[in-house]
């Protein structure tokens, strides 16, 4: 599988983004995407993720509410959608993939994807 981001770029607070995630490869293998970001000095946080086949979902707390992950299987793709963006979402953003593991853990990662929201 692979996996390959788009939409990221410099935004003020308060202002939208929206992410992508194009997979291609071994996509009838897919069992969830996620949305993972990091910040400098800061720990790996899984942003949210939905299941390939059901397209239910899961957010952190940090963005509940102002995020949305959706997929389009015709498209094989997963989207961000980033609302009401705060300086403490700048990150680097990047899809990961769990694609036939026993423990669901992300074995496919995309080259990930620079936001940055000025206050």
């Known amino acids: 599988v692979t996996l390959v981001e788009s939409g990221g770029g410099l935004v003020q607070a308060g202002g939208s983004l929206r992410l992508s995630c194009e997979a291609s490869?071994?996509?009838?293998?897919?069992?969830?995407v996620a949305w993972f970001r990091q910040a400098p000095g800061k720990e790996e946080e899984r942003v949210a993720d939905?299941?390939?086949?059901?397209?239910?979902?899961n957010y952190a707390d940090s963005v509940k509410g102002r995020f949305a992950i959706s997929r389009d299987n015709a498209q094989n793709t997963v989207n961000l959608q980033m609302n009401a963006l705060k300086p403490e979402d700048t990150a680097v953003y990047s899809c990961?993939?769990?694609?036939?593991?026993?423990?669901?853990?992300?074995?496919?990662w995309g080259q990930g994807t620079r936001v940055t929201v000025s206050s």
């Open positions: 939905i299941s390939w086949r059901s397209g239910s979902t």
């Open positions: 490869g071994s996509i009838l293998r897919l069992d969830s």
């Open positions: 990961a993939a769990s694609a036939g593991t026993s423990d669901g853990r992300y074995n496919y």
